[in-house]
């Protein structure tokens, strides 16, 4: 470790020039101190460390091989297997967009290079029925647009488990936020109340399937505090309800018949829909002022048009896939009833996600491993992604399994405990 040194100039902060920074000597002088045991100097040695102990504490994260060797895959969230079949659909793709490009050379308020951005934006504008404005993800979706929501006199309420992506937003804005209990609408309400004066504006963060419990908003509930408090917004992310509920696959909101309640709905392209980037739903005052102030938006490349034409085509696909929405409801729920009335193992889950909380990172570990030999890959989720003693497997089901598949699944775990 490099010692700090004291002496002219040495107790600034990093960044931070001294008083009398102009009067320090290069160290290469006979009158600079000689640093303390150059030899042993070691600029990774700390995040080394850091590495050992979530190793200790089996939290180490490695990106998988790509090779699944013929398991069950309950990683992905290919919800409805579109991204398991994308060859079939290349050459649909390449005789209707063979123009797209793999790139977009700049930010989409540079470029010119946005015909399908324009498109995808226009098609999903019509689905909806109210405007949509395209992100690169949805993680610079939920980082820029909260960002910038957080004009002077607004207050965030965020659900406890929504997701890393709109923390960071919340941190990033610097406004002033408070989380309520993970789906508690009263508590949510009770939040409202007492802070609806001090503020122009309450936004009510959530999640409409959350990606860790599987379990559902109340959006409806949701909806009703909202008319009953006209200062309270609506940001809801959709990223794992979009494809999957409601009979367009266009989430829950249009699931609940709501959509329009909705101030901000933001759905994900990467998951259900197969594709990458992500979209907002909003107002035309609001998109125009996303486009003046996001700065994920603004600031970053776009992602390509090839990305966005395709985005069209799965989208498309998606659209028409109501029976395989259907049928993923049904596992979801068989997977449910068989891991209580097999294995006595109660699970949160009211969707396709379905986790199976251990209560132990190493446990969770050496479950999957256990797992992956019977032939099924899952992820073994540990914190600081779920809170501690809430380690998991999560099992993400999609529409090309079969019921036989999920009673194997139920077998397997059963002989691991
Ligand atoms: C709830 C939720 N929101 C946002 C994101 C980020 O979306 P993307 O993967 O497109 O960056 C995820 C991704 O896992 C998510 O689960």
Redesign the pocket.
């Known amino acids: 470790m490099v010692k700090k040194k004291k002496g002219r100039g040495g107790a600034s902060a990093p960044g931070q020039k001294s008083k009398n920074s102009r009067a320090v000597k290069p160290l290469a002088t006979a009158a600079a101190p000689v640093p303390v045991d150059i030899a042993e100097a070691d600029p990774l040695k700390a995040f080394a460390d850091h590495l050992d102990h979530l190793a200790d504490e089996h939290r180490m994260r490695v990106i998988p091989g790509d090779a699944t060797q013929g398991r069950v895959d309950l990683l992905s969230n290919d919800y409805l297997g579109l991204a398991a079949e994308a060859q079939t659909y290349m050459p649909e793709f390449l005789r209707r967009f063979p123009d797209a490009s793999f790139t977009s050379s700049a930010s989409r308020l540079l470029s010119r290079a946005n015909k399908y951005h324009n498109q995808l934006e226009e098609y999903l504008g019509n689905l909806y029925g109210r405007p949509a404005l395209l992100f690169n993800?949805?993680?610079?979706a939920?980082i820029g647009i909260i960002q910038a929501l957080a004009l002077p006199g607004t207050l965030f309420l965020a659900d406890k488990l929504i997701?890393a992506?709109?923390i960071d937003g919340l941190r990033l804005s610097g406004a002033d936020f408070k989380r309520f209990p993970h789906n508690d609408m009263r508590k949510l309400r009770r939040l409202i109340k007492e802070n609806y004066q001090a503020y122009e504006r309450i936004i009510v963060i959530a999640?409409s399937i959350y990606?860790m419990d599987g379990d559902v908003l109340d959006i409806e509930q949701l909806v009703k505090i909202k008319q009953e408090y006209p200062k309270v917004m609506l940001y809801i992310?959709e990223?794992?309800g979009f494809g999957v509920r409601g009979v367009r696959g266009l989430g829950l909101a249009e699931e609940c018949g709501v959509t329009d309640e909705i101030d901000i709905l933001m759905g994900?392209l990467?998951k259900a829909a197969a594709s990458a980037g992500?979209f907002v739903i909003t107002s035309p005052v609001m998109k125009s002022y996303l486009i003046n102030s996001a700065r994920s938006l603004i600031f970053s490349t776009a992602i390509s048009p090839a990305q966005a034409a395709w985005s069209i085509l799965m989208i498309e696909k998606l659209t028409g896939l109501n029976e395989r929405r259907l049928h993923l409801q049904r596992l979801s729920r068989y997977l449910v009833k068989e891991l209580e009335r097999r294995l006595n193992f109660e699970s949160p889950s009211k969707s396709q996600i379905v986790p199976l909380i251990i209560g132990d990172a190493s446990e969770a570990v050496i479950m999957s491993e256990f797992l992956a030999d019977k032939g099924f890959d899952s992820l073994a989720i540990r914190r600081p992604t779920v809170p501690a003693g809430s380690e998991r497997l999560r099992f993400s089901l999609n529409a090309k399994l079969t019921e036989k598949d999920i009673d194997r699944l139920v077998t397997a775990i059963g002989h691991y405990r």
Not at 137 to 140: A, I, L, Q
């Open positions: 993800s949805g993680y610079h939920n997701h992506s709109a999640e990606s992310d990223a794992h994900t990467g992500a």
